[in-house]
């Protein structure tokens, strides 16, 4: 009877919903509509549970309160909510692209460091897919830089834990080529786990931060060559798409690149950006 009760008090409302889709919509920027409502309730289950709670009433009373626990709650809720698909060397024209003519170009004027940007870096296969070319491209061009570093990114604090730990299954490093599993990737001597960890000379160069793209400004100190924000931007309107790129390359190099998803576009956009590949797009030089 118990397990009845709470399975018939744990369904979200259509105006339970709207009222969590309209605050991440707001302080997160994803757009959430009607037919999310299901994924909605069904990541938002874990949190009744761990909280001992019958109703979407009481966990939107308690979340929305004032208080720490509050900001806590909803810092937990965005993980939950916020969906989180990459993988090693996803939309390999990008990194090709980046061996074949950026990192050339970047030798050849002169560049010593490359400070790259990976945003909304979810679990960390983008980011030290890019440290992975990094040192592709130094052991196959001896001297072309002295150093790079990257900055990844994510809202999720989840998912940067995961990424800091750099543990992947098997069947995530199934497709890389043999030679470049055994050169980045250590095996977990349980053979029962089926798991490889990212080797530290690559986790090494890669560092872990938390930013709100709906946050007014990024504290960035550093300008990037590269920036990229893949598959993130999807989940907003334009106008706050607009908003977001804008910020992003008010840190990025004249001259340097942003790399977006396959399904996104800066169409109808007032930036300054020329597009130069499948989802690829150059700073302008100030003339």
């Not at 939107?60 to 993988?87: C, K, P, Q, R, W």
């Not at 870096?121 to 983008?126: D, I, K, N, W």
């Not at 995961?162 to 299954?169: G, I």
């Not at 793209?213 to 598959?231: A, G, L, Q, V, W």
């Amino acid at each position: 009877m118990g397990a009845e009760f709470l399975k018939k008090q744990a369904e979200l409302t259509d105006k339970q919903f709207l009222k969590i889709a309209d605050f991440i919509q707001n302080n997160v920027g994803i757009k959430m509509p009607e037919q999310k409502k299901l994924m909605v309730q069904s990541r938002l289950q874990s949190r009744l549970k761990a909280l001992g709670m019958e109703s979407f009433d009481d966990y939107i009373a308690y979340a929305f309160s004032t208080g720490s626990h509050s900001d806590e709650e909803i810092a937990l809720m965005i993980d939950v909510i916020t969906t989180n698909l990459t993988s090693f060397f996803r939309e390999k024209q990008h990194f090709d692209s980046m061996m074949t003519t950026i990192l050339p170009e970047f030798a050849k004027n002169g560049f010593s460091k490359i400070d790259i940007w990976s945003a909304a870096c979810s679990s960390g296969q983008e980011p030290y897919t890019l440290s992975i070319v990094m040192s592709e491209y130094f052991r196959t061009h001896p001297g072309a830089f002295s150093d790079f570093s990257i900055l990844a990114t994510d809202i999720s604090s989840r998912m940067l834990e995961k990424a800091e730990n750099a543990v992947y299954t098997m069947d995530d490093v199934e497709d890389l080529p043999f030679d470049m599993k055994k050169r980045y990737f250590l095996k977990s001597k349980d053979e029962a786990a089926q798991q490889v960890r990212v080797k530290p000379e690559i986790r090494k160069k890669v560092r872990f931060e938390r930013l709100n793209f709906m946050d007014s400004s990024y504290p960035i100190e550093t300008d990037k060559h590269i920036i990229f924000c893949r598959n993130a931007l999807i989940y907003f309107d334009k106008p706050t798409q607009e908003a977001v790129i804008r910020k992003l390359i008010e840190h990025l190099i004249p001259g340097g690149y942003l790399f977006l998803g396959h399904s996104e576009t800066i169409f109808g956009m007032n930036l300054p950006l020329r597009n130069v590949g499948p989802t690829m797009f150059r700073k302008e030089i100030e003339r």
